[in-house]
């Protein structure tokens, strides 16, 4: 499948990272739905400034023994449509993983090969994105710092960079300039 071989991030693809980052919590279903690899988007994530994911580690961090495998197998059989194709959402809420957990586990080579043989087989139904979706906004909200400003410069949010014109992520108004374009300003790296 070649749409998920590298390709160069265009604006607009750096854009839907950024509006779907918040709101979709899984990095595979970002990937799945910007047609790039789960490496892709987390490099271009880091790129872009975008804040650290809270995982819930009960349900990605937890290693895998051979009965989660197992369960997992029977999941992947219970699962898996006759035309083939893989529900990834609902796998990983009948092994009690996240999305990101159990595609992991499902792109080695016990089980696919690799992730691109796994993308072509998921199958994501807009019920399990709506899922996904809302469990990431009830633990973004959870996480976030009890105090809410009103005030939106102090609002972490998608800007342009005043030098490249390009959108990347800022933690508050102040912050008008992209990480690239912090690194070649100025050849002391010490200097403001």
Known sequence: MSEFRRRKWQDSDTRALIDMWPRVGSIVLIALELKRSTSSVQTQASRTGLPRRMENNERHRRKWTEDDVAGLRDALKENTSADGDV??????????????????????????????????????????????????????????????????????????????????WSEWAGNRRCNACKKTETSDPYEW
Do not use: H, P, Y
């Open 87 to 168: 529900l990834i959402c609902e796998i990983a809420e009948q092994v009690k993983r996240s999305i990101d957990a159990v595609a992991a586990k499902l792109a080695e080579n016990d089980f696919f090969g690799d992730e691109e043989k796994l993308f072509e087989k998921i199958k994501v139904t807009k019920t399990s994105i709506a899922s996904a979706t809302t469990t990431a906004s009830a633990a973004a909200t959870m996480s976030c710092d009890e105090v809410k400003s009103t005030d939106r410069r102090q609002q972490a949010m998608d800007r342009k960079c005043m030098k490249c014109k390009k959108s990347f």
